[in-house]
């Protein structure tokens, strides 16, 4: 199970840096939800992984840790937000300089 | 006084959602913006006071315990951070209701929401929140920086807003890697855990620690880092620009706050030291050649903005009692002068008609004699010139500093350079006039624009006059924050015992609250 979570971390995260690279604003928007994704995983597994467990004290042996789920809730929230504050602005971009690179080139 | 702690961080929240059911109604959006404005400097100084005494005052969000809720701690550096900024966005507030805020919707909410960030920024004592009050006054200043429309702000605000989201998410994988150490992120806490961790954590914690610091230069716009900067503040309106003055500040704080408490006794911090001060005297270097190639007024103080953070950062990071006291006291005098001039520059380009505030010949302005003098001690003032209060803060961090050959050369030859480029724009501004004022000028610039220039330079000759005091409190503040010895105990309590649940760490199996 780790190997598949760091797996899947490290696949998000490469895509995610590869595609904010990029000169225009779809790719990069992209690219930044892919490394959110990456992130949002990270912070999820960051207290440990747990199969089956529920975060709940004195109801298992060992039992899930509640904290990082309350933070990954915060940074799903705060990233989504962002990522649709970024699309607008690049719509806005494209609208008066009609390009969408992100120098606004051609 | 327990709960005053609280009310820079609400009051503005509270202020904001007020302003939003205002929203088409500009008149009283002004009155209540202003007069929430006055009474949160007020509190501020209060609590400016009140932080003087010998305690440091902790403030438990509903009331949880340090450990498990999120604390706001209030000590000197703190209360002073607030001080500042509520200045800073007084003066701004000041500049923008006479115009500048009927440009565009939502300025006003935007404005205090962006305070909130800022108080809650200087307040919080847990790594999460901070995280989250960055984020705060973040969404408010990708909003802000829109303010007023054109083609530029759209362009620069992309960079702006994905430099910073990738600055987040490094932000939240240095916290998971601290959470996943410690297993908790109140700052006093993992202070605690950190020093206690086993030698094998040591590569962890220094690379949570580093990234977390990649994170605090991006914001503080150190070098290589800092290249958004001048682009996106000199495209944002001149009282956001007045007010984002502060921003660079707050990367600079986070690096003064949390690398003496939270890393103090643990691997990260040799690595930290190297790396800081070099970088800030490379961002010295560029902005002070930046301040060269602008050509207009706004930008030579954009590019005066990064230097006043970068002479700041390169005090921090020698993260002694004296180096960090005399980057205090320099803090208050340069963040004071660079909003006035950002604003006398928009103050000035409005008088030029459509010459702006371009640095070229020009037609002779009406009333350039008065304006030319404002402009000469705001300009005094922003490079640090005796017996202005920039030159003191100068002068104590070269004390602090020692005998440091590159750190005097680089500090010393940027302040040299920065006076000439000062120079050379007033020159160009207001000497070499093509001619006296002709029909097509619009009138002066009249008294009330220029009243926040006026007032933020009050302030500085103020600073200047009461230096001995400001001086012991910005040493009494550094001493508090470089031996955090004061602020665990504050936080924590006298006894040390962990109440943190360590249920996935390698000695899980029993543990119970």
Known sequence: ?106 | MTHWIVVPFLLPALTACVLLLLKDRLRAQRVVSVFSMLVLLGVVAGLVAVAGGDGIGVYALGNWPARIGIVFVLDRFSALMMMLTATIAAASLLYAVQGWDARGAHFHPLFHFQLMGLNGAFLTGDLFNLFVCFELLLIASYALLQHGGGAERPKFGIHYVVLNLIGSALFLIAVSILYRIAGTLNMADLAVALGNAPPAQAPWIRAGGLLLLVVFLLKAAAAPLYLWLPGTYAAASAPVTALFAVLTKVGVYAIARVYPIVFGASAAMDVVAAVVVPAALATLACATLGAFAATTLTQLAVWLTLVSSATLLAAVGLFTTEGLGGALYYLLASTLATPALLLLADALAGARGSFGDRLCRAPRMHHAQRVGALYFVVAMAVAGMPPLAGFLGKMLILQGAGPAPWFWSVVLGASLLNLLALARAGTRLFWSAASDPCDGLPASVSALRLAPVLALTAAIVGLSVFAGPVDRYTRAAAVRVIEPANYLEAVLGADTLRWTVRVLGPDASGARP
Not at chain 1, 26 to 46: D, E, K, Q
Not at chain 1, 51 to 59: D, H, S, T
């Open chain 1, 1 to 106: 199970m780790e190997l598949l979570l760091a797996t899947a971390i490290g696949l998000l995260a490469a895509a995610g840096s590869y595609l904010c690279l990029r000169a225009r604003t779809f790719p990069v928007v992209l690219g930044i939800t892919f490394l959110s994704y990456a992130v949002n995983l990270f912070i999820f597994v960051a207290g440990g992984v747990r199969i089956e467990q529920p975060p709940i004290v004195g109801a298992a042996v060992a039992m899930t840790d509640p904290l990082p789920q309350a933070l990954v809730l915060t940074a799903i929230v705060i990233g989504f937000g962002m990522t649709a504050y970024l699309v607008v602005l690049a719509m806005r971009a494209y609208a008066t300089s009609g390009s969408d690179h992100v120098d606004g080139g051609r």
